[in-house]
């Protein structure tokens, strides 16, 4: 590594042998592995070869609609081969894409597809009718689905006769807009570089020690930053195949695991969960499974020794990152995961982590601030919104709003967003903390937990809770009492077989629980 000048005010490090762009990166696999297998949809099976084939056929159909260097390109695809195929042509050509989830609704895209001026997009058949009507996109003037629709050019007809060579980007030029979850407000479009999409393809495959022979199923949103990043762009890295998975079911996950050979994923712990508990689980030979990167939330510890003791070959590591991070800022090295579970892992190598008080100014070892994260693979910014750029950046420094801790040993913790942060009587109490003792219980899908305004305490807490199995409220509360503080113990709940609200990127929408238990609808126990 060395210590590079990027973006005009940002040092960072850099590793030194590294492709220069997402085109080289491709480029680079074909050459290693040109006759393996590099993705699989289905029935279909597509060598390295051919799949770059598609994509310089797939760049010359962009080519002559008129596509080019920095016009952006949005795909509105689910997890299916032409999403690979479309981002890797419109890289050929140096043009931006523009991942969009498939579960966004028709203002959503309208407003995205605006806000980023996007002239192409791909899409679903089944999503025609929400697209924006031309006054609404008015840059939008190609449109192509996969599959035969009235008012768009099938995607097939684009990969010609002819190819086109890529071009080279230079290293700090915007690869893809990637839309934030928009929470609150409305959604920004982080804009991932080619340096920064090329460092965290290293990341993930140096650390998880990725080779050709490695096979990833593709089982989250291959729209959302970690399908781009942790499975398409790592595969890359790592010449390995990608196999793809169009819905999540822990059944249908298992038997192409096995069918597969599958080595490597990236899921969330719900779906670990998921198959652990399927009782169809010991039907399915996963001895091949290594490497099992997890992220957004954390795994109970119950989990990651059922997991021990049921795929003893299984390397399970946190990762912990963000849109803004272009996937990892920490990954867990597998031999601690055991030992510090409350923990996301170590900072990955290129990258810096600060924790930072109100004044901006860094704590002590092992306190509590809000975590500042640097390093090459962090965006340059939002598009075309200066002003939360300026919020949100200091000397390329994202701040990530979320409130944590870094020990002696470099171990990060997260302990819980700043905005969820409750304050009973004086007690803050992090969120997170008591929704993983709930998680652990075994009649949890899920939980979460937020402030109930109390005119005495100012807040109490009150949890959300997902069950698989009969639990009553007073279980789930002496459950909690057994391991934490009293004063943490939720004293109401909302329970539930029905999943909580998330939003078209799959985030929790705390702030719509929030209202709820501030306007009481909660059905309280």
């Not at 169809?280 to 003791?309: K, N, V």
């Amino acid at each position: 590594m060395r210590v590079e000048a990027h973006f005009g005010d940002r040092i960072v490090r850099c590793f030194v042998d590294r492709p220069r762009d997402v085109n080289a990166l491709f480029a680079q696999a074909v050459a290693r592995n040109a006759g393996g297998e590099a993705l699989i949809d289905g029935a279909e099976r597509l060598t390295w070869r051919d799949l770059e084939d598609s994509v310089a056929r797939g760049a010359a159909g962009l080519a002559r609609r008129g596509l080019g260097r920095g016009d952006r390109v949005a795909l509105l695809l689910g997890n299916r081969k032409e999403f690979v195929i479309a981002w890797l042509a419109a890289a050929r050509l140096g043009a931006i894409v523009v991942p969009l989830s498939i579960r966004a609704q028709g203002p959503e895209l309208a407003y995205m597809l605006a806000q980023c001026e996007a002239s192409a997009i791909v899409h679903e058949v089944e999503l025609a009718d929400r697209l924006p009507a031309p006054a609404d996109a008015p840059a939008l003037r190609t449109r192509l689905a996969v599959g035969e629709c009235a008012g768009s050019e099938p995607f097939a007809a684009l990969i010609g006769g002819d190819r086109v060579d890529a071009v080279v980007s230079d290293e700090e030029d915007t690869a893809a807009i990637l839309y934030t979850s928009g929470t609150t407000g409305r959604p920004k479009g982080a804009m991932l570089t080619h340096l920064g999409i090329v460092h965290s393809a290293l990341h993930y495959a140096s650390t998880m020690r990725l080779t050709e022979s490695d096979r990833s199923i593709a089982a989250v949103p291959l729209s959302h930053v970690t399908g781009v990043i942790a499975l398409i762009a790592t595969m890359l890295r790592c010449a390995g195949t990608l196999i793809l998975l169009r819905e999540f079911k822990a059944v249908n996950f298992m038997e192409l695991a096995a069918r597969e050979r599958m080595t490597h994923t990236v899921l969330v712990p719900a779906m670990v969960n998921l198959c652990l508990l399927a009782p169809e689980f010991d039907r399915f030979d996963l001895s091949a499974w290594r490497i099992g990167g997890y992220g957004g939330a954390p795994m109970p510890p119950a989990t990651i020794e059922r997991c021990a003791q049921k795929l003893p070959r299984l390397e399970l590591m946190n990762l912990y990152g963000a849109t803004e991070t272009t996937s990892p800022a920490t990954i867990m090295p597998a031999r601690f995961s055991a030992t510090h579970a409350d923990s996301v892992g170590l900072t990955v190598a290129c990258g810096d982590i600060v924790v930072m008080d109100d004044a901006g100014r860094a704590v002590a070892p092992g306190e509590t601030g809000e975590l500042w994260i640097g390093g090459p693979m962090v965006v340059r910014g939002y598009w075309n919104d200066p002003q939360a750029t300026a919020r949100e950046f200091t000397a390329g420094y994202w701040h990530s709003g979320d409130l944590g801790s870094i020990d002696a040993e470099g171990f990060v913790r997260v302990f819980d967003r700043k905005k969820d942060l409750i304050n009973r009587g004086g007690y803050k109490i992090y969120s997170a903390e008591v929704e993983g003792v709930l998680i652990a219980h075994p009649a949890v899908v899920e939980a979460a937990v937020v402030a109930k305004p109390c005119p005495v305490l100012g807040e109490r807490v009150h949890a959300f809770v997902c069950l698989r199995a009969d639990a009553t409220a007073d279980e789930l509360r002496a459950h909690c009492a057994a391991q934490l503080s009293d004063y943490k113990v939720p004293e109401t709940f909302t329970l539930s077989r029905d999943p909580l609200p998330r939003n078209a990127n799959g985030k929790l929408l705390k702030r719509l629980l929030r209202e709820r238990a501030a306007t009481g609808v909660t059905s309280a126990s």
